[in-house]
């Protein structure tokens, strides 16, 4: 299909993992994000992968990607009351043109 | 210290009126984009734009007119606003085309 996929809702206890996965579309985008989007906030750049790389890691954030299957994941160690928020996985499709195209992002809920 | 700046941060219009928002960003990048978020959250890019080149989004009515007085700002023009232009407008900027995009905070539109 044309769309980024992400399961809408994801839950968890604080203290555990979680992980947000994300189908994307194009095989020639070059990077993939993932956005964070705190309730009435903007957008903030947690992490970011190049397509060349498999796992790229960043204090409690790992982000995998299996470009065979476009399957990119976003895993967060430690889970944190302030980790709730919605999680924006993003595709750079367009090459040159540098357009973001997002799935519809995982609203993280996270209990104590 | 900010990089991404948005004015105003919440706009209440009634419908028909022509209203505009500013962006400004700090980070000396050469490219800024504008993004629509709708009810459900759901991101789409309407714009990108340098010094070189504008791509519009061919989904975006023409009623929407960005303009760049300089390379620090793009500011978004709406004319005869209407009840489904009420949105989250994004807007973002990076070094260059399709490299990471860093975004403003905001602004709420909300159209009566």
């Known amino acids: 299909g044309e769309d980024v996929e992400q399961s809408l809702f994801l839950s968890v206890r604080e203290g555990d993992s979680s992980v947000i996965n994300c189908t994307y579309t194009?095989?020639?985008?070059?990077?993939l994000y993932w956005y964070k989007q705190e309730p009435g906030a903007g957008l903030q750049l947690l992490t970011y992968?190049?397509?060349?790389?498999d796992m790229k890691q960043d204090q409690r954030l790992t982000v995998l990607l299996n470009k065979k299957d476009k399957h990119l994941s976003l895993r967060i160690a430690d889970t944190q009351t302030g980790d709730s928020a919605i999680y924006f996985c993003?595709?750079?499709?367009?090459?040159?043109?540098?357009?973001?195209?997002f799935g519809k992002g995982t609203k993280l809920s996270v209990k104590p | 210290d900010t990089a991404v700046s948005q004015t105003p941060k919440y706009l209440v219009t009634q419908m028909g009126n022509d209203k505009s928002i500013k962006c400004e960003q700090n980070?000396?990048?050469?490219?800024m984009y504008w993004y629509k978020q709708d009810s459900k959250k759901f991101l789409k890019i309407m714009f990108s734009?340098?010094?070189?080149?504008?791509?519009i989004n061919e989904t975006v009515p023409n009623r929407f007119s960005p303009k760049s007085p300089d390379k620090a700002h793009l500011n978004l023009h709406i004319n005869s606003l209407e009840l489904g232009d009420s949105a989250v407008y994004f807007c973002?900027?990076?070094?260059?085309?399709?490299?990471?995009?860093?975004f403003g905070p905001g602004t709420r539109l909300t159209v009566l």
């Open positions: 973002a900027s990076s070094h260059y085309r399709a490299d990471t995009q860093y």
């Open positions: 194009d095989s020639s985008s070059t990077y």
């Open positions: 992968i190049f397509s060349n790389m």
């Open positions: 993003a595709e750079n499709r367009g090459g040159s043109q540098g357009n973001l195209i």
């Open positions: 980070l000396g990048h050469d490219t």
């Open positions: 734009y340098n010094n070189k080149e504008l791509i």
